[in-house]
């Protein structure tokens, strides 16, 4: 098995430990020290952030390439909207306590997880690119049912939300809950759980002589996957205060976030954090500069990303660094 690869992607040093802290305090504070423009730029990244950390439990350290991440995504934003403001929904008053928005948030992301739970038996009856597709014709499903019930739904049109918090109180929850999932998912593969969870993407057929349960380490990484994707889902309705099936469920997500795993490196914790930021920093640098030509020169940039970094920015460094210090170390005791 290549462990060395995951090992890799564990932020294990203090050093790491330390830098980590320091994005998660100047996160914090951007909402104080920058205009409402770079706020609503930072809350985007975070919850692209989210969706890069699920999706890449599931695809880089369990090896289910799933294309219907938008699903879950879109399941949280509506699970929230429908507890926070179920009267445009057609829907009874909520109790207070599961009206709040941080407890929306949450259930956002249970709502997806439960739907993970049922569908999952039956999507890994799949294998290879037959669950890929699968995801996608879930996610495809979905949207059209949101899309049809419009007394639940809004229809095309979609309704607005009436979270009762701010922008900067949304702002900062939304860091902490990445933070949170950032580190769960930290703590699930460098556990029993994300072992055998590599066992079965290395060789499945092995791992299931060895008396590992390729199923039940699926469906964990595919609940715990779409969890936090349905976070992600309810924080963007509850920062965005509109939601419709179009938009929230689009697969843009899916591809978005693939990239952006890509771009950082699979099965790597910090992958996705690397991809993140580059991610925005492109799409938004280009579009600036280049307007409508931007979309084909980002594409350009991630096929020579793809061709040339395999493993992602994220791991084509640590693998860079880790040869460097072979190499003095060899130099050392020779």
């Known amino acids: 098995m290549r462990t060395e690869r995951f090992t890799l992607g564990v932020p294990s040093s203090k050093r790491t430990v ?18 409402p423009y770079y706020t609503g730029l930072a809350m985007t990244a975070l919850v692209f952030l989210m969706l890069g950390v699920s999706w890449n439990l599931l695809a880089g350290y369990a090896g289910q390439i799933s294309l219907g991440h938008a699903a879950f995504f879109g399941l949280g934003a509506y699970v929230a909207a429908w507890l926070t403001t179920p009267a445009a929904a057609g829907l009874p008053a909520i109790p207070v306590p599961l009206s709040h928005p941080i407890v929306a948030l949450v259930l956002g992301g249970v709502g997806a997880a439960l739907v993970a739970l049922v569908t999952g038996p039956v999507m890994f009856r799949l294998r290879g690119h037959y669950f890929a597709i699968g995801t996608l014709a879930l996610a495809a499903i979905i949207r059209l049912v949101l899309t049809d019930k419009r007394s639940i739904s809004g229809g095309s049109t979609g309704y607005y939300l009436n979270a009762g918090m701010g922008e900067v109180p949304t702002y900062l929850l939304t860091v902490v809950v990445a933070a949170l999932a950032t580190v769960g998912v930290y703590l699930v593969v460098n556990s029993r759980l994300g072992l055998g969870m590599r066992a079965i993407h290395d060789d499945e057929t092995a791992a299931s002589g060895l008396g590992v349960d390729p199923l039940r380490y699926k469906m964990y990484a595919f609940l715990i996957s779409a969890f936090i994707a349905g976070l992600a889902g309810a924080a963007y309705a509850l920062n965005s205060l509109y939601i419709n099936p179009t938009s929230t469920l689009a697969v843009t997500w899916t591809v978005d976030t693939l990239v952006i795993v890509i771009l950082g490196g699979m099965g790597t914790v910090a992958g996705p954090l690397f991809g993140t930021v580059v991610f925005m920093v492109i799409d938004n640098g280009l579009t600036s500069v280049l307007g409508g030509l931007a979309t084909t020169v980002e594409g350009v940039i991630i096929i020579l990303v793809v061709i040339f970094l395999p493993d992602g920015i994220y791991g084509s460094l640590k693998s860079y660094v880790a040869g460097r210090n072979e190499s003095d170390d060899a130099a050392t005791s020779g």
């Open 18 to 35: 330390a830098a980590s802290l320091v994005v998660l305090a100047a996160m914090l504070v951007v909402p104080f020290v920058t205009t």
